[in-house]
C-alpha cells in the first residue's frame, strides 16, 4: 500500500525559506511523476510542482522561480524548496504520486504559514 508522509511545513516570515519533504513507501516510485499541490483555506487544491521519473519539472506560474521541486530516488522521496515566501502561498501542501493511469495516491499534508 502506497504511503505519502510530508514533513517541513511550519510558520516563516514572508520572504524565508521552506522545504518540504515528502517520504514515499509502499511501492517503487522511481518512474512515477510525483508533485506538490496546496489547498489555502476557502479555495480549491491547486497544483504546486511537479517532477517526472526523467526528472522533468512543471510548476506553477504563481511560483515559478521561487520554488524548486526535486527527488532523490535512493530515497523515495520529493523535495519542495521554497524560497522568497509570501503570505499567499500560506497553505496545506500536499503529495501525490501518480501510480499508473488514472491511479493516484495522496499524503496527509503539512501546513505552511506565512506572516506578513
Known amino acids: 500500500q502506497v504511503r505519502l508522509v510530508e514533513s517541513g511545513g511550519g510558520l516563516v516570515q514572508a520572504g524565508g525559506s521552506l522545504r518540504l519533504s515528502c517520504a514515499a513507501s509502499?511501492?517503487?516510485?522511481?518512474?512515477?511523476?510525483m508533485g506538490w499541490y496546496r489547498q489555502a483555506p476557502g479555495k480549491q487544491r491547486e497544483l504546486v510542482a511537479t517532477i517526472t521519473g526523467g526528472g522533468n519539472t512543471n510548476y506553477a506560474d504563481s511560483v515559478k522561480g521561487r520554488h524548486t521541486i526535486s527527488r532523490d530516488n535512493a530515497k523515495n522521496t520529493v523535495y519542495l524548496q521554497m524560497n522568497s515566501l509570501k503570505p499567499e502561498d500560506t497553505a496545506v501542501y500536499y503529495c501525490?504520486?501518480?501510480?499508473?493511469?488514472?491511479?493516484?495516491?495522496w499524503g496527509k499534508g503539512t501546513l505552511v504559514t506565512v506572516s506578513s
Open positions: 509502499g511501492g517503487i516510485f522511481n518512474s512515477k511523476t
Open positions: 501525490r504520486v501518480i501510480v499508473s493511469f488514472g491511479m493516484d495516491s
